[in-house]
């Protein structure tokens, strides 16, 4: 296993239009995480599926915002009618589903947004 | 949610011990204290977790005070690969619907230089 796979590593897109990021989890990982980190900051949670199920949202996922998880495998989040806002760093994290053992993250995604 | 305190930066020598300090004051007994850190351009990578005893791993060992009130991660042997910003979080037991994922704060920098 390769690890947590994030594609693309770069998106650059104009105001307005829609993007599509995709995470490849650890395989035998139960649980998913998506966060957003802007420059200076730490990561910022904003959602967390187990297996299929999307089991929790910050309030900073707003309703353009959206991610699947279909079959408990591979991960998608959606931007929708994107803003300069909007550009970050989105990253994905894997982990088992007990407390006794850490996060694996990717390398994330950087969408830029002019 | 239970908050971490971190300076915001720190400085080492190469070769030399680095401890990177955390007070968590209003921990509950169920929060297990984690250590990540983020080098550039890469999503955070664990580093080491514990509850109430002291934890050792081939990257680090954390020290818990008695009260658990604050912690240490202990980097033995600094080297230029170990400069990162390094994030002291508190993660909550998980219910089988939350994932109670990581809130990261701003961490410290730390800085190795030769």
């Known amino acids: 296993d390769t690890g947590v796979s994030q594609n693309p590593r770069h998106k650059i897109t104009k105001r307005g239009q829609n993007v599509t990021f995709r995470c490849d989890p650890i395989?035998?990982?139960?649980?998913l995480y998506w966060y957003r980190q802007t420059l200076g900051q730490g990561p910022e949670f904003l959602t967390y599926f187990q297996n299929e199920a999307q089991l929790e949202k910050s309030r900073l996922l707003s309703d353009r915002f959206s991610a699947e998880r279909p079959k408990g495998s591979f991960s998608t989040l959606e931007i929708q009618r994107t803003e300069q806002g909007d550009s970050a760093m989105y990253l994905c994290?894997?982990?088992?589903?007990?407390?006794?053992?850490?996060?694996?993250f990717g390398s994330g995604t950087r969408l830029t947004v002019v | 949610d239970a908050k971490t305190t971190q300076p915001n930066s720190m400085e080492s020598n190469e070769e030399e011990p680095v401890h990177l300090p955390c007070n968590h004051s209003t921990i509950s007994g169920t929060d297990y204290i984690h250590w990540y850190r983020q080098l550039p351009s890469q999503g955070p990578e664990y580093v080491i977790h514990?509850?109430?005893s002291n934890v050792n791993n081939r990257m680090a060992s954390l020290a818990i005070a008695e009260d658990r009130k604050s912690s240490t991660l202990i980097l033995h042997r600094a080297t230029l690969r170990d400069a990162a910003v390094y994030y002291c979080i508190l993660r909550g037991f998980s219910n089988s619907n939350s994932g109670y994922a990581l809130n990261f704060g701003k961490g410290t920098s730390l800085l190795v230089t030769p």
């Open positions: 514990g509850l109430t």
């Open positions: 994290a894997s982990s088992e589903r007990t407390e006794n053992y850490g996060y694996t």
């Open positions: 395989s035998e990982h139960n649980r």
